[in-house]
């Protein structure tokens, strides 16, 4: 026990002692390399996302947002010149169409009549005014919205004296004018859905029209209830293009009501595809850039097929198993380092190794 405590103890000490004065030292006049200056140090490269030619289908169906509108009414016209005699049909009732609303007393065109005399001398006589009435006619079935006419009004012919509302609906979408490329062809019909309403349905009488078409115009049945026919033609209003079909007239549906619009224009199956993203151009014909075995890339120009908007057909000018590059190169914003910003609000970023 001396032994240890006279020797062993202190020697002990002195030795941890002098670890802790070298460690002192050391941290004092010698420091680590900071991690920051680790992390400014670079570690990997960044290369660019490749997407390898595969095949898959494309069902071209392009969904717009729309609006269930009322047809536009019918002008009710006057059939005559003269005074208006008797009305036959008031304010908001039911009409069919032919039937009659009011009629116009119109005087019948005199000539007059020459005579000769016993003594040889001619005369002229005017012969008594005559009238016939000119009925005039529901242009079509529905409500009489407007019939701005009384008894004993002078009317002329072709003046608007009312109006009839059918009880028929159609929705109306507007598409962009780059959403005209997805329809090659020009489609009869498209399947509407309503949010809460009736089960999707088949809207007829498809038509676009570009330019100044809108919605069916005011006026209609009031709220709503079964249709009877389809609306015919495009409105014209505010500029764009406009898709417009016919509700069938046993589907209940209101004015105002949001609609989803999917029109189906066409269907590949088991053919080429790539993203969108790949291709400059995105009708008929485009670009894409090959990447080679060695690294280099090509630009390589193909005939375009369907699109679904997410990916499109390639008919030539690729080959199962070819390389392309995601994005075309330039045509996407630059964001931070090694991303890129496709132009829809998200962030897409290369892979580091």
């Known amino acids: 026990m001396g032994i240890w405590r006279r020797w062993i103890l202190p020697t002990v000490r ?5 670890v802790i004065a070298v460690a002192l030292a050391k941290l004092a006049f010698f420091p680590d390399r900071s991690a920051e200056d680790v992390a400014l140090q670079p570690t990997g490269t960044v ?41 036959f049909a008031a304010v908001g009732s039911q009409v069919a169409a032919g039937q009659k609303l009011y009629d116009i007393k119109v005087a019948d065109e005199i000539e007059p009549v020459e005579t000769t005399g016993p003594d040889g001398v001619p005369t002229v006589s ?12 529901a242009p079509i079935a529905g409500v009489l919205a407007a019939l701005d006419v009384l008894p ?31 329809l090659t062809d020009a489609p009869a019909e498209a399947v509407v859905t309503i949010a809460g ?8 009488g498809l038509t676009i029209s570009t330019g100044a078409a809108t919605a069916g115009g005011a006026g209609g049945a009031g709220g709503g209830g079964a249709n009877a026919g389809a609306g015919a033609g495009v409105d014209q209003g505010a500029g764009g293009t406009t898709v417009r ?24 199956d088991d053919v080429l595809v790539v993203p969108t993203t790949a ?37 030539e000018g690729l080959a199962e198993g070819d390389s392309v590059l995601q994005f075309v190169p330039g045509a996407a914003a630059t964001g ?8 829809d609000g998200s962030m897409i970023c290369g892979v580091v190794h």
Not at 14 to 18: N, Q, T
Not at 163 to 178: D, I, W
Not at 197 to 204: D, E, K, S
């Open 245 to 268: 079909c016919a509700v069938p007239g046993d589907v209940r549906v209101f004015a105002g009501l949001s609609a989803q619009v999917k029109i189906s224009a066409g269907v590949a």
């Open 336 to 343: 931070q380092e090694g991303c890129i910003d496709p132009g």
């Open 47 to 87: 290369s660019e996302p490749v997407y390898t030619v595969a095949r898959a289908s494309v069902a071209n169906d392009l969904t717009l947002t729309g609006t269930v509108n009322a047809d536009s009414p019918a002008v009710v016209k006057a059939t005559g010149t003269g005074a208006v005699d008797e009305l």
């Open 197 to 204: 309403g009736p089960a999707p349905f088949t809207c007829g």
């Open 152 to 182: 004993g009004q002078q009317v002329a012919i072709g003046e608007s004296t009312g109006q009839v509302a059918p009880p028929s609906f159609n929705v109306t979408a507007t598409m962009s004018p780059e959403q005209q490329y997805r």
């Open 14 to 18: 002195i030795v941890l002692v002098a």
């Open 279 to 315: 291709v400059a151009g995105g009708a008929e014909t485009g670009t894409v850039w090959v990447v080679q075995p060695d690294g280099e890339r090509a630009e390589q120009a193909v005939r375009l097929g369907l699109s679904d908007g997410t990916q499109v057909e390639v008919v």
């Open 126 to 137: 005017m012969p008594k005014q005559t009238f016939h009435f000119e009925p005039v006619l």
